[in-house]
């Protein structure tokens, strides 16, 4: 059954950095593009960001810009989020997506969600 497996994720003061990891459990994900998305308490679940399957193209959302950096290894099936200067609305659970349709990433109307994992930032 294919998988998206997030980790990374935990308590940070405001200003700090964390590195997410996102791994696929089959190869079939090396083909699609992937991405983050976050929901904070109380929330919905708004688009972070998102990497074409050959990692050639990202998109950013608003938040993420100038702050947030998505990358992937193919080898690994794993994506990455770099988020620096962490804020406390930061805070929420983030989610990895998948899709072979990277629209469906952007939008979030994929079918492929990983469980999730909480990010906290103290002020």
């Known amino acids: 059954q294919a998988q998206l497996v997030e980790s990374g994720g935990g308590l940070v003061q405001a200003g700090g950095s964390l590195r997410l990891s996102c791994a696929a459990s089959?190869?079939?994900?090396?083909?699609?593009?992937m991405g983050w998305f976050r929901q904070a308490p109380g929330k919905e679940r708004e688009f972070v960001a998102a990497i074409s399957w050959s990692g050639g193209s990202t998109f950013y959302s608003d938040l993420a810009k100038g702050r947030f950096t998505i990358s992937r290894d193919n080898d690994k099936i794993t994506i990455y989020l770099q988020m620096n200067t962490l804020q406390s609305e930061d805070t929420g659970v983030y989610y990895c997506?998948?899709?072979?349709?990277?629209?469906?990433?952007?939008?979030?109307?994929?079918?492929?969600w990983g469980q999730g994992t909480q990010v906290t930032v103290s002020s």
């Open positions: 089959v190869r079939t994900f090396s083909t699609y593009a």
């Open positions: 997506a998948a899709d072979f349709d990277s629209r469906a990433v952007v939008d979030g109307t994929t079918d492929y």
